[in-house]
């Protein structure tokens, strides 16, 4: 049977050192602002935020920072703080005496559809001893590369300070290499490769990293950064059909739509992957996808697709699975004869405990994963 495999970028075919390296960089020049030692951010809020279905950085550094400011507050109540992020740490490190960052106590939100989740906490009303103008700024407009501060200093650690530059055309604001070039490793190798490219198998990279916009396309690169591509060049996979932010985005950007409300756990992205997996064509896959979300009509994918096949998923958090179980639905109530499968590929326990609870089959490495699915 053909088989269609969905593959996640962090966690799956990466190790995402960089990603993780560049958000405590970016935690620990705040906190430096605010006169405090570098904190070693505790993997385990880390884990915890991505079974709670947040797994962006862009998301994760400003509730982390909310949820710091909140603790210093509590015990330290300034005045009039400035709206800016970076004026407002160095006013507090002009009060703070004797305070020691030990623990970080993230409040519980839900995450509300088609709205990031750093934003849905703002509106359920967390962080309110933080003052509302820069509780604003720090937890909304998290994709903005001109209005979040922190997502802004993210990429530069990212990226590199010449790649920042390039991308979004704007100065780079410190000088630092990327430290997704230094600390990514690859999790697959030759072997795991030459599974993956078995006859009958048809790939492709299904990830929220940001991109270029779809191959193919005329379009201007500014503020479209290719850090997906860094990882599948990195795999020795760059050739697969990609679906990641920054080619939803393209499309949003095409249809008047906003790129959140296609991205995973919505069934949009995982439905673009899986077009894209089989024609290896993504700007065709997303335009199908678009059509399919503004009228409902899925005539343009299921003429893209055969009428039998296995969808396979691996990831190692819940929504890309909610995605591709949700889309694999949708084509199921279509008339197709599709058997899902998702699987989880986590190391940490945490991880597979959220796999366990959620009734998700999991595997600890790619060999055991490849060995359990028949490659």
Known sequence: MTKIILLDIDGVLVHPGGYRTALRATMNHFLNLMGLVSFDIFEENLIELEKRGISSEWDMIPLLLASILVDILSRHPIQNL?????????????????????????????LTANQYPAESALQQGCFLSIPIDLRINLLVATRNIHLSETMRLFQHFTLGS?????????????????????????????????????????????????????????????????????????????????????????LASQRGLDPVTLLKPSPAHALAAIVAAMTGDEWASLQSVGDWYQTGNLKSILSKLPHSFELIVVEDTLGGIRSVQAAGEILQKAGLDIIIHPLGLALRKPAQSAFVQANVEYYENWDSLTIGIGL
């Open 162 to 250: 010449e790649k920042f530059a390039q991308t979004y055309h704007l100065p780079a604001e410190i000088e630092t290499i990327s430290l997704l070039l230094a600390e990514d490793k690859s999790n697959i190798n030759d072997e795991i490769r030459a599974k993956l490219h078995q006859p009958g198998i048809y790939l492709s990279a299904f990830t929220a990293r940001p991109s270029m916009p779809p191959r193919d396309v005329a379009a201007s690169y500014l503020g479209y950064a290719p850090e997906a591509e860094l990882a599948l060049e990195l795999v020795d996979l760059p050739d697969i059909p990609l679906i990641a932010f920054g080619k939803l985005q393209y």
């Open 82 to 110: 400035p709206s800016n992020l970076s004026s407002a740490a160095m006013e507090i490190g002009k009060h703070l005496t004797g305070y020691k960052l030990s623990s970080i106590e993230i409040p519980l939100f839900k």
